[in-house]
């Protein structure tokens, strides 16, 4: 088992563009979580997916949306890039509800110029 | 709102001195705590978490609810246990948390030869 996998790893746009990120999460997981690490800073919650839908959102704007597919994996998308948007984004998945522990994946590092 | 302050952003210790992480959260239910760590070039991942009362890696961690405290520690520091730690909260199952990870800014710990 690889894990949890996010991709791409790194990536690079300009203000005002679109970006989506993607997720799988590990074997036997069915619940994802999208986490903004800025950098110096902890990683702040964007949202949760369980079973297809979004449970439950951070103080993110409406700019960031996600979704969750069949086979449970998830995509985080950011439309009109703002410079402020640059940072390391988590994808953690989780068994169950979420309340078991989450495991993280490595991280799409965004760049917007 | 929930709140995880980690006071040092900083700390460096020799080998074989004892460390302490410090962690303060604030949130006045009954949270549940963890310490993620980060070696360099590494994803984030669970060390330890309150409710496993397991000793990782020499790490112990002790839940103080008077002082709202879960500081991380280990009797003699080792070079391997150079890397950033996070402290992170979430919320018991009366709220309606779901799994969301409140993290802390971090420590970043060096411990010298």
């Known amino acids: 088992d690889a894990g949890v996998t996010q991709s791409p790893t790194h990536l690079i746009k300009t203000r005002g563009q679109q970006v989506t990120l993607r997720c799988s999460p590990k074997s036997g997981h069915d619940t994802v979580s999208w986490y903004q690490q800025a950098l110096g800073q902890g990683p702040q919650f964007i949202f949760q997916y369980y079973e297809e839908e979004e449970r439950q959102r951070g103080n993110f704007p409406d700019r960031f949306s996600g979704h969750q597919f069949p086979n449970y994996s998830s995509e985080l998308n950011v439309n009109a890039l703002l410079l402020g948007d640059s940072a390391l984004y988590l994808c953690?998945?989780?068994?169950?509800?979420?309340?078991?522990?989450?495991?993280f994946g490595p991280g799409t590092r965004l760049l917007v110029l | 709102a929930q709140r995880v302050t980690q006071p040092e952003k900083l700390l460096s210790v020799f080998k074989g001195a004892p460390v302490e992480l410090k962690c303060n959260y604030s949130y006045s239910g009954s949270p549940e705590l963890f310490w993620y760590v980060q070696y360099s070039r590494q994803r984030l991942q669970l060390l330890l978490r309150h409710i496993s009362r397991e000793s990782i890696k020499g790490f112990t961690a002790d839940l103080n609810k008077g002082e709202t405290s879960f500081h991380l520690k280990k009797p003699f520091a080792q070079e391997e246990d150079s890397a950033m730690y996070y402290c992170?909260?979430?919320?018991?199952?009366?709220?309606?948390?779901?799994?969301?990870?409140?993290f802390g800014q971090g420590t970043i710990l060096t411990v010298h030869p």
């Open positions: 992170a909260q979430r919320a018991d199952a009366g709220g309606t948390s779901y799994g969301k990870l409140t």
């Open positions: 953690a998945s989780s068994p169950k509800t979420g309340w078991e522990t989450q495991y």
